[in-house]
């Protein structure tokens, strides 16, 4: 029965933690670095010769001996094998190396590769080493290690058989896909323009720390893994959303993100909100997101050569919302524009404060197309002087400077005129109200001009004879009045 222990080495300033194993105290048993059944890929079919390249061979899983064997003897490896459930498999060969762990740490070995048949034993030259095993089939390898003793017999020492399932990633049983090393890749269904894409691929269905241990809690084998594959996304339009992801950020700081870009050890490789101070992700369309490993361990995967894994697909947006503004344009000709930012710019409605109780606009972007400004639909919220200019001006910064009352001699009919400065800017509303009438309005006429003045004449009729005390001022349009003048006394005859 195996007790799992921790060791920790030092090279080179770099500590390393790994499971090891105390020696059984039961007669005839071999303890490992093994902790329970290995998946691997079949890195094996890469093998030329007997050479493997530096990428892949540092992804093949490596076990040690724990316990004390006997003296100036080697070991040996036995190995069965079982196909996968309905593939058809030709020449299985397990493959294993012996490495000094000190002398290659963490790296795995590139040449003299060993076959080993099923049914077949190999000697185990250096019991204190690691021993990196691979396959070039798919299938599972039930290996033992025995220590012999000199000779065999029954008083063998034998480990627990390790139960090594490999998954096929160079296409070695042909169109069958039942025993292929498939991983899922997952990202978001939608992601809001302007905001960041994570992208992951999941590795966990392999066998990620042996021999080797941990640096800085991850396993050697789990960072040559993921070395091996990467993430792409992509438009899938040829449109401004493909520039986007092809060109992120600033000239001299430039990233592709449709190019392959390697996974963290946890198949992380996210695309950000911004590269360089700009939004990666600046208009709307849809992106797929694609995995690759490097089965010929170059490094540059190519699609060509390189075995594609899995995808998703994700919707690049403006989120529905509503977006709360504090300021507004004194002065819009046609369709009033209104500057979003942040999260203002997915906003499908924009809430305009300061002016009563808000003015509400709903936002019309222009279809898969991104803008810091975006076009404000026309409605009756705004006051329009005329058919081509609209108009909100800023209460708090109009004043009502005099008021001069003109009335007929009779019937109680006369015109109030406001002058105004620091409005209306071609917009905006006079209110007057005089004692014993309804409160009036009417549109203000003329333009403010460069230096903020205006004018503008109400009519009022009706008015009972006798002193009338008249209030007058100017708001931005709504239904409550603030900045009343003080109410002037006036004879209506």
Request: aromatic content about 6%.
């Amino acid at each position: 029965m195996n007790r799992a222990t921790k060791w920790i080495g030092v090279l080179g300033g770099l500590v390393l933690t790994g499971a090891m194993t105390t020696p059984a105290t039961a007669a005839g048993t071999l303890d490992t670095t093994a902790s329970g059944p290995i998946t691997t890929i079949n890195y094996g079919a890469a093998i030329s010769g007997n050479t493997l390249d530096g990428d892949l061979a540092a992804a093949t899983y490596a076990v040690q001996v724990a316990s004390p064997v006997t003296a100036g003897k080697p070991l040996f490896v036995t190995v069965a094998y079982a196909a996968p459930t309905g593939v058809s498999v030709t020449a299985p060969r397990l493959f294993w190396r012996q490495l000094n762990p000190m002398s290659i740490f963490p790296g795995g070995p590139t040449h003299g590769w060993n076959a080993l048949t099923p049914g077949g034993t190999a000697i185990l030259s250096h019991t204190g080493w690691n021993t990196f095993l691979t396959a070039d089939q798919p299938g599972t390898y039930k290996v033992t290690i025995e220590d012999r003793k000199g000779t065999p017999g029954t008083d063998d020492d034998s480990s627990a058989t390790l139960d090594v399932t490999v998954l096929d990633a160079y296409g070695a049983t042909g169109s069958s896909l039942t025993d292929d090393w498939r991983p899922a890749v997952t990202s978001l269904s939608v992601v809001g323009v302007a905001k960041a894409l994570p992208r992951k691929v999941d590795l966990t269905a392999l066998t990620r720390v042996d021999a080797r241990g941990t640096s800085s809690g991850v396993g050697i084998l789990n960072k040559a893994i993921a070395g091996l594959v990467a993430l792409r996304t992509n438009s899938t339009e040829a449109d401004a959303l493909a520039y986007d992801l092809a060109w992120a950020g600033v000239p001299g700081n430039f990233v592709s993100y449709s190019n392959p870009r390697k996974v963290e050890a946890d198949g992380s490789e996210n695309i950000p909100a911004s590269r360089a101070g700009v939004d990666v992700l600046r208009h709307v369309g849809s992106v797929v997101t694609t995995a690759a490993f490097d089965r010929n361990g170059t490094g540059l995967f190519h699609p060509s050569e390189d075995l594609p894994l899995a995808a998703s697909t994700t919707v690049v947006a403006r989120v529905a919302g509503v977006v709360t503004l504090s300021a507004a344009p004194a002065k819009c000709t046609g369709a009033c524009k209104v500057t979003l930012s942040g999260t203002a710019a997915e906003a499908s409605t924009v809430v305009i404060t300061g002016y009563g109780s808000g003015i509400t606009v709903p936002v019309t972007p222009v279809t898969g197309e991104f803008s810091k400004t975006l076009t404000v639909s026309r409605t009756a919220t705004f006051q329009a002087t005329s058919a081509a200019t609209e108009g909100v001006s800023d209460p708090a910064k109009v004043t009502v400077k005099s008021v001069v009352t003109k009335w007929s001699a009779k019937g109680g009919n006369g015109k109030v005129t406001v002058k105004l400065t620091g409005g209306p800017r071609g917009g905006g509303v006079c209110y007057v109200k005089v004692s014993g009438k309804a409160t009036v309005t009417q549109q203000a006429s003329g333009s403010t001009g460069s230096a903020g003045t205006g004018t503008c004449t109400v009519t009022v009729s009706g008015v009972k004879k006798g002193n009338r005390s008249v209030k007058v001022g100017y708001d931005s349009p709504r239904a409550s009045i603030s900045g009343w003048t003080s109410s002037r006394s006036v004879k209506v005859s």
